[in-house]
């Protein structure tokens, strides 16, 4: 009996090791079937998700994020209401100092010229272009003001009215400024000057329109012509 034990112990114990590595083997098995069946999942999911998206409108992420931008501003003027507040002070504290000088910085990067409204707002875009243009000298500031001392900021009392002299730098300065305008504004003339010498070789308005069009595209190679038929020797 205790050889034949001793048998079935050495036959366990040659095949516990190759039992083991078995074993081992289908548990890994399993997990890479159970990892496949997960990514298999997950790009269905992927794919489903990109098909919604792709049958979305272009713009439609902004529109979402414009809508929850619009339900957390109702969400908080509710809120302020309930307590008595005022949602615009109550913005206006919540933004910081960095945010309100980026805002300024995009303000005045763009072009506030909305065109041609009325005379008057013209005049003060001239003006405040004119202004923008205008370099501070310094060192007549401060000569000015150890001149005129307290009178320097004028009082109801102070009688200093007519007895400013610009200096001729100042009144070339002003010279210079007024040409550049007067040149400017001749350059932006919409009416073309008419040309009482120039040949008549229309019959309207629209035909000179196009005489002028054909002119310049093609007066090049007809140059030859045209002054053969004037001259009357053309062939």
Known sequence: MASSAEV????????????????????KFRELHFKRNEARKLNHQEVVEEDKRLKLPSNWEAKKARLEYELIVDQKKKE???????????????????DAERWERKKKKKNPDPGFSGYAEAQLRQYQRLTKQIKPDMDNYEKQREECGED??????????????????????????????????SKYSRRRAYNDDADIDYINERNA?????AERFYGKYTAEIKQNLERGTAV
């Open 152 to 185: 320097f900021h004028p009082t109801s009392n102070s009688l200093i009215h007519g007895t400013h002299v610009p200096s001729k730098d100042s009144v070339d300065r002003m010279v210079d400024d007024v040409e550049k305008q007067i040149e400017k504004r």
């Open 8 to 27: 079935v112990n050495e036959e366990e114990t040659t095949e516990s090791p190759a039992a083991l590595k078995r074993e081992e083997r289908l548990r």
């Open 209 to 213: 329109k196009f005489n002028k069009k």
């Open 80 to 98: 302020c209401a309930e307590r008595g507040e005022d949602y615009n002070r109550v913005k206006l504290l919540e933004i910081s100092a960095e």
